[in-house]
T-cell receptor, first 110, second 114 residues
Framework: QKEVEQNSGPLSVPEGAIASLNCTYS??????FFWYRQYSGKSPELIMS????GDKEDGRFTAQLNKASQYVSLLIRDSQPSDSATYLC??????????FGTGTRLQVTL | EAGVVQSPRYKIIEKKQPVAFWCNPI?????LYWYLQNLGQGPELLIR????????DSQLPKDRFSAERLKGVDSTLKIQPAELGDSAVYLC????????????FGQGTRLTVV
């Protein structure tokens, strides 16, 4: 079992819709969670961090964390074609190791 | 404020040759990471430094890979000798305040071993 699991996609949503990206993690020790966006051929860019159960909103982005279910999600409201990218979920678990999932590819269609 | 700076951006070498990558983290960031990313995969940790100390190098293939972070600022990652399977993007990241704080990535070095 991978420490951080994501559906590879592609997830296709129409422009203006809400994109929902999901992630599960196996290490119950994990306390810190980060979402990164990665455009093709570019390096990962930090979007959101979340440390506590519940929702955290930043502009069009909302991160959700449920430690009991070991589940993290990222919602993107009013999706734009420029949001088309791979979204990487990551967590800091045992031995303070920052581990990444394989990423979910998002396609926002016109 | 400058971000994480890596060089070179691209490198093509023949197998069995040595190669080195350089990283300068964001000023004041005491935590530095080297990651490897293969196409279609997430970044995989090679080594993490807290200041000049390598605190997690459990996934660094020590028979051919080495890293250093002298003076706790910039860092180099070396491969000697390179193998075909080492072709990947090598990413450097840094954070202020340890691994539970936000990490920022450099542009990466794309290595091709032929």
């Amino acid at each position: 079992q991978k420490e951080v699991e994501q559906n590879s996609g592609p997830l296709s949503v129409p422009e203006g819709a809400i994109a929902s990206l999901n992630c599960t993690y196996s290490d119950r020790v994990s306390q810190s969670f980060f979402w990164y966006r990665q455009y093709s051929g570019k390096s990962p860019e930090l979007i959101m961090s979340i440390y506590s159960n519940g929702d955290k909103e930043d502009g069009r982005f909302t991160a959700q964390l449920n430690k009991a279910s070991q589940y993290v999600s990222l919602l993107i409201r009013d999706s734009q074609p420029s949001d088309s990218a791979t979204y990487l979920c990551s967590s800091v678990g045992t031995a303070s190791k920052l581990t990444f999932g394989t990423g979910t590819r998002l396609q926002v269609t016109l | 404020e400058a971000g994480v700076v890596q060089s070179p951006r691209y490198k093509i070498i023949e197998k069995k040759q040595p190669v080195a990558f350089w990283c300068n983290p964001i000023s004041g960031h005491n935590t530095l990471y080297w990651y490897l990313q293969n196409l279609g995969q997430g970044p995989e940790l090679l080594i993490r430094y807290e200041n000049e100390e390598a605190v997690d190098d459990s996934q660094l293939p020590k028979d051919r890979f080495s890293a250093e972070r002298l003076k706790g600022v910039d860092s180099t990652l070396k491969i000697q000798p390179a193998e075909l399977g080492d072709s990947a993007v090598y990413l450097c990241a840094s954070s202020f305040g340890g691994p539970n704080t936000e990490a920022f990535f450099g542009q990466g070095t794309r290595l091709t071993v032929v």
